[in-house]
């Protein structure tokens, strides 16, 4: 962080070069300059409260060179999550810092705080608040810049921004400060001579470090002012690098070490080199790249007539020959040793090619860097003419990251297998890894599904259904009462549902809490607490691969049982623009107040925000695939919409524990139960000392199983993916189990009861072998919208609480207060609240009287 910004206010080249040297600039958005014509310098861009930019435009920004944007605070939670944290500042006025979310705080690298007026006090207090990321204060009406004014804020943590016409190359005034003296304010020297240790390092050599020397305030004044290379010599004062033998130094940049005592000066360094010995660094000799790139360069000036080197330099047929060879070679090499060698000989062919165009080790590095602060990728695809050629070997997939499977309906369907007893812990960890999920990148997507829905309402839904579904709709919302027609269904399945409803609903009433809790904490203070309905949810339940009326039960009635007053079911609609007449059934049994035929992130954001037909809702349940997820996660964020989620959501998953006492047909059916979800479905066995056999009887009836079932292709990608894990005991095994987290816990262990009391983490857990994840998932009466990824560490499946929010009461009575009081002005005063002091002490000495 530095002492001071310059806010660059006009195209001045004499002060921009010195600023160049010292820091990165701020430059307005606004701003009718190039900045293209800039010297190397890191760019701040300032994105103004009254300018208007798409987010490509502001990525646009960093991928052609700013080192950050600094961003409204309106425009925080559109951009926060996108764009990597350490490239975005925030601009903020001074008064709002308490308004700022611990998630847009985390998702800048710093503040800018705009303030009328700049008291050190106030500065430090927001400063706390942003104790993580470098502050600035840039002051909103002319204060006069001064080194006392820039210590006292440093003291706080701070930096100031200082306009471009404050900032001077003459002597400091009352009205500008000299860039220099601006510069060395926080240096503070452990000498007793007052001189800085200065690390003097090479531009062109990737930092390499040339010598140490050292610096007075005046030396460094006049290498800032100037540009060339002034020391300070402890013999003969200020020392002019190269006055005399002609190895002079161009500064490129001087930095402030973390302690504010020492310095680095980035140089290009001219003539014979650093050190009085001839020699380009006092260190020793060049090595490595950078000795490459000499030799190089100087064969390329004298190369010994008829050298490979000549050679290379005259024949560029030649040169371009051998880089394709040795990067073949490279890509073939598998060794450590080999794969060291042939990548040798690929750069010095391909720094030949560079030094034969002019180009630095500097040039390459810097593109490099440029590189990696693009926020805008390319795919990286291979172009046609390298992505169809074979390599020599495959590897093995990796633990924890396997690649989609080829499909191969010859092959049996089989696991794969690890032993916990040897295996190491980063491969141990591995295991635990959920599938990556690129959970920004699915928010950027849905975003402007959900900017549309929420900006156009019934049209966009109307528009974005039959893009999606393919079904054009008339309206989007249906409304009871509910026509019969609608809910015609096998009697069979009527009466299946009644009774889950009776089951699920008998369970979850069990859970509400109508009694009001009451303490009494000391004589005349009483604290409350009491529960009160979520007033407005709404159910997503997803249509896709499968009819859910089972998310409908286990969504709705938790919901009805709470006591909510709207209850809006979205689930997508059939091609015929109906909805599944089960479905409807249930959302007429659990009394849904509005059916919104839509799925997908419009449905979420439709519940979000409202449209001209669909009720706004307070919390939005239910699981989904990553784009309703995404739009889960999306909104939650967004204070316009103020609505909360149930919980995080993944691919459905399971956990078996067994050992020799289970059946092996039913253990190989609980995890095909869930395989048969998604082809990224989550299975895990862990097998407690199965012998070799065991083990491949219960891979064989997975074959079988899994090829007597109609969605048998799913599961062929699902169980392609999922794994085996050896335990030597019930405890290893459960210990494994409560690391992974899983959302459906299935024990098959000999006693399996007595083994729930060592579960930690998991979504729901089924014990014995005649409790199958499928009872729960319907009818038994637990719920089956559980934690998946496992967040199941830190989340509940959803229940009758979940509907409910808590509300806590106090009520203190004149004797309470008298008692209660002065502690709580005491530590109102402790944090320095004065008027939370005097709403108490107003009152004790109105009981005083």
Not at 41 to 51: A, N
Not at 309 to 323: A, Q, Y
Request: charged letters at 20%.
């Amino acid at each position: 962080m530095s002492v001071f910004l310059p806010l660059l206010e006009t195209l001045d080249a004499e002060l921009l070069a010195p600023l160049a040297r010292v820091g990165p600039v701020i430059v307005s958005s606004l701003a009718n300059y190039d900045t293209s014509s800039f010297p190397p310098c890191s760019r701040y861009i300032l994105l103004d409260h009254d300018s208007s930019f798409t987010l490509d435009e502001i990525i646009s920004y960093l991928d052609n060179g700013a080192e950050k944007v600094i961003i409204p605070l309106p425009w925080a939670n559109d951009i926060i999550g996108i764009i990597p944290s350490e490239r975005l500042m925030l601009l903020l006025d001074v008064g709002a810092a308490s308004a700022v979310s611990d998630r847009i705080r985390n998702g800048v690298s710093g503040v800018l705080i705009k303030t009328p007026t700049v008291d050190p006090d106030l500065i430090s207090s927001v400063s706390r608040f942003f104790s993580q990321g470098s502050l600035y204060v840039l002051p909103t009406t002319p204060i006069s810049p001064s080194q006392t004014l820039l210590r006292n804020l440093w003291g706080t943590k701070a930096g100031l921004v200082i306009p471009t016409s404050q900032l001077t190359l003459s002597i400091s005034s009352d009205k500008k400060i000299n860039v220099a003296d601006a510069f060395i304010t926080p240096l503070t020297s452990d000498r007793s001579d007052g001189l800085f240790a200065t690390v003097v390092s090479s531009f062109l050599q990737g930092g390499r470090s040339l010598g140490l020397v050292y610096s007075s305030v005046a030396s460094i004044k006049e290498s800032i002012l100037t540009g060339k290379g002034v020391y300070h010599s402890r013999k003969h004062g200020l020392w002019k690098k190269g006055e005399t033998s002609g190895a002079t130094q161009d500064v490129v940049s001087i930095r402030l070490d973390c302690d504010t005592d020492a310095l680095e000066f980035s140089v290009i360094q001219h003539g014979s080199g650093f050190c009085h010995l001839n020699r380009a660094s006092c260190f020793g000799g060049l090595t490595g790249l950078s000795a490459l790139e000499s030799t190089l360069k100087s064969r390329l000036v004298s190369a010994p007539a008829g050298s490979y080197t000549e050679r290379l330099f005259k024949d560029s047929d030649l040169l371009r020959s051998k880089i394709m060879e040795e990067a073949d070679e490279l890509c073939k090499a598998e060794s450590k040793e080999d794969v060291s060698f042939e990548a040798a000989d690929l750069i010095y062919f391909a720094l030949t090619r560079c030094v034969a165009a002019g180009v630095s080790l500097a040039d390459i590095e810097a593109s490099l860097d440029k590189k990696a602060r693009r926020i805008s990728r390319r795919p990286g695809n291979a172009k046609a003419q390298w992505s169809n050629r074979s390599t020599t070997k495959t590897s093995p997939p990796p633990l924890g990251s396997p690649p989609k499977p080829e499909v191969n309906p010859d092959e049996p369907i089989r696991m794969r297998t690890y032993d916990l007893g040897n295996i190491s812990k980063p491969d141990r960890a591995k295991l635990l890894r959920r599938p990556v999920l690129n959970s920004d990148q699915m928010i950027a997507k849905v975003k402007p599904i959900v900017d549309d829905v929420r900006i156009r309402g019934d049209v966009a839904l109307r528009e974005l259904t039959a893009k999606f579904d393919k079904i054009k709709l008339t309206d989007v919302v249906t409304f009871p009462p509910y026509a019969s027609e609608t809910m015609q269904i096998d009697e069979s399945v009527r009466i299946a549902i009644d009774k889950a409803y009776a089951n699920i609903r008998k369970f979850h009433e069990a859970q509400v809490e109508n009694s009001t809790l009451v303490v009494e904490t000391m004589p005349g203070v009483t604290c409350s607490r009491f529960a009160r309905p979520i007033a407005r949810v709404g159910l997503y339940v997803p249509g896709g691969t499968a009819i859910l009326p089972s998310t409908a039960l286990m969504l709705g009635i938790p919901a009805q049982v709470a006591g909510c007053k709207e209850i809006v079911l979205a689930t997508p609609p059939r091609s015929d623009g109906s909805i599944s007449p089960e479905v409807m059934y249930v959302a007429h049994l659990v009394g849904a107040s509005a059916i919104l035929k839509a799925g997908g992130a419009q449905a979420v954001a439709a519940m979000a925000y409202g449209t001209q037909t669909v009720p706004k809702v307070d919390k939005i349940f239910g699981p989904g695939n990553q784009w309703v997820t995404a739009a889960k996660m999306l909104v939650q964020n967004d204070t316009d919409a103020l609505v909360s989620i149930d919980m995080p959501a993944g691919p459905s998953e399971v956990l078996v524990i067994a050992d020799c006492t289970s059946t092996p047909a039913f253990v190989v059916a609980d995890l095909l139960s869930q395989a048969e979800h998604g082809v990224d479905s989550q299975v895990v066995l862990v097998a407690v000392n199965l012998s070799d056999e065991e083990l491949s009887a219960i891979e064989t009836a997975v074959d079988e199983q899994a090829h007597a079932l109609p969605r048998v292709g799913i599961v062929r990608e699902s169980v392609a993916k999922s794994i085996i894990v050896k335990a030597s005991s019930p405890e290893e095994a459960i210990s494994f189990s409560n690391d992974y987290a899983p959302e459906h816990l299935i024990i098959h262990l000999k006693n399996a009861s007595e083994k729930v009391s060592q579960v930690d983490n998991a979504g729901s857990v089924f014990v014995g072998p005649y409790s199958p994840e499928s009872c729960g998932d319907y009818a038994s009466g637990t719920n089956h919208t559980l934690p998946t990824n496992g967040y199941a560490r830190q989340f509940s499946g959803v229940n009758t609480l979940s509907f409910q929010k808590h509300i806590t009461s106090q009520e203190v009575t004149a004797a309470g207060l008298m008692e209660l009081g002065p502690i709580v002005a005491t530590l109102a005063d402790c944090e320095g609240l004065e008027a939370h002091a005097n709403a108490v002490r107003i009152r004790l000495r109105e009981l005083a009287k």
